[in-house]
């Protein structure tokens, strides 16, 4: 079983940083695209940014330009550098990953972290 343990978030005011981190363990296999997503109270979970196993990212258009999604491979973690954050950013954060253990493949999600951005 692969598990995501994230770590980072917190309370900043607007125009502030944060980065958050999400470490991969456990039976890992073949992973390939980590990505982080975020939701609020009666709104769906949202994508953030995603990285592929070669460096390939995406990013929500309302993210583009302030934040970076960084991978170690050698470290199976995830990175998200949270820049010019804005109150909108507030949200819990979830680290996702995807990959293949043999022939199985598998999405796992973690536990979220909470990033509150005070105007």
């Known amino acids: 079983q692969v598990q995501l343990v994230e770590s980072g978030g917190g309370l900043v005011q607007a125009g502030g940083s944060l980065r958050l981190s999400c470490a991969a363990s456990g039976i890992i296999g073949r992973l390939n695209a980590m990505g982080w997503h975020r939701q609020v109270p009666g709104k769906q979970r949202e994508l953030v940014a995603t990285v592929t196993s070669t460096g390939s990212t995406d990013y929500a258009d309302s993210v583009k330009g302030r934040f970076t999604i960084s991978r170690d491979n050698a470290k199976n973690t995830v990175y998200l550098q949270m820049n010019s954050l804005k109150p909108e950013d507030t949200a819990v954060y979830y680290c996702?990953?995807?990959?293949?253990?043999?022939?199985?493949?598998?999405?796992?999600w973690g536990q979220g972290t909470q990033v509150t951005v005070s105007s």
């Open positions: 996702n990953a995807v990959g293949v253990i043999v022939w199985n493949s598998y999405n796992v």
